[in-house]
């Protein structure tokens, strides 16, 4: 829970403090916490991803995340930024708002999702919309490649710059940048390695870090696990998102996303690796929700915490 923080206040003060953020964020989350589900993770490092419900939050944002605290959800990382006006807003709610919000429903913003072009073009404003909501990370992901036009190992190569540009300074602030992955960062670069491999290679990682969304890590031809086991103590944040398999309109048999518990991604056997990971939180997300977002995300939490595996 966050205590209310005026946009454009000194929010924090000295070395001091940032040392004492520091040791917050990097300490151990299993061990920190004592109710565990029956995935064998903290039930109070369980999220949602703000995107999930972006569709009733650009309605109705306080009784969206009243409905979602309802349902016991403690953490929600926002997204959407626009960190061009005077006071930045995420999914059109203003970080004043998500502050108040969240001291009056009990959750907190560990993380915020801006743009590669903040980091480049605002990266003051970054630390201050981060700051007023008590946020560790900031996250960004990749440009979805133009149709027909492959990405090139320099792209990445830029795109790691960025991060280890940006990555000092935010960490000097007590937050912490991520990027966080979509499928096309597995594709092979035509060398046998990936996107990915590159960006994990060219990082800084005592100041970059990955949100790995396990939706696209499975469907985009990666693999988690092995990710995990290659770079130990880089996937702070995941991004809980499952699969089906459907028939598409060309009768083909094709994935799309499903409800937390309702697919095929084998989370245990992913979590199983979550300490080795670095995991903190494990944010719900589903980017099509059906019937909608709030429906969706309380049913993904209700799976995700409870003691024992449903039937």
């Not at 909501?133 to 320099?154: H, K, W």
């Not at 696209?216 to 086991?229: K, N, Q, R, V």
Request: charged share 20%.
């Amino acid at each position: 829970m966050n205590s209310p923080k005026v946009f454009g206040a000194t929010l924090l003060a000295g070395a001091g403090a940032l040392a004492m953020m520091a040791a917050l964020t990097s300490a151990p989350a299993f061990a920190q916490s004592s109710e565990m589900s029956h995935l064998g993770i903290p039930v109070d490092r369980i999220g949602l991803v703000g995107f999930t419900v972006r569709d009733q939050l650009g309605e109705d944002p306080r009784a969206t995340i009243e409905a979602v605290a309802a349902c016991g959800i403690e953490n929600i990382e926002f997204s959407g930024p626009d960190l061009e006006g005077d006071v930045p807003s995420f999914q059109g709610v203003d970080v004043n708002q998500i502050s108040e919000f969240a001291d009056e429903f009990g959750f907190s913003v560990p993380s915020l999702g801006v743009n590669a072009g903040d980091l480049q073009d605002r990266l003051d404003k970054v630390i201050e919309a981060a700051q007023a909501v008590g946020a560790s990370y900031v996250r960004i992901s990749g440009n979805r490649p133009q149709e027909g036009v492959a990405q090139t190992e320099d792209d990445y190569l830029a795109l790691a710059e960025i991060l280890n540009t940006a990555g000092g300074p935010l960490q000097e602030a007590g937050i912490t940048v991520a990027y966080h992955n979509h499928g096309w960062e597995f594709e092979d670069l035509g060398d046998g390695r990936t996107g990915m491999d590159v960006l994990l290679a060219e990082t800084d990682p005592e100041s970059v870090a990955f949100e790995l969304d396990l939706y696209w890590s499975e469907t985009g031809g990666g693999d988690a696990i092995a990710l995990i086991e290659d770079h130990p103590g880089r996937f702070p944040l995941l991004h809980v998102k499952d699969a089906m398999m459907v028939t598409n309109d060309a009768g083909e048999e094709a994935p799309t996303f499903a409800t937390v518990g309702q697919g095929y991604i084998d989370f245990a056997a992913i979590f199983e690796h979550a300490e080795t990971a670095g995991t903190e939180y494990f944010f719900i997300e589903n980017d099509q929700p059906d019937p909608d977002g709030v429906t969706v995300a309380c049913e993904s939490y209700d799976y995700m915490v409870s003691a024992e595996a449903p039937n």
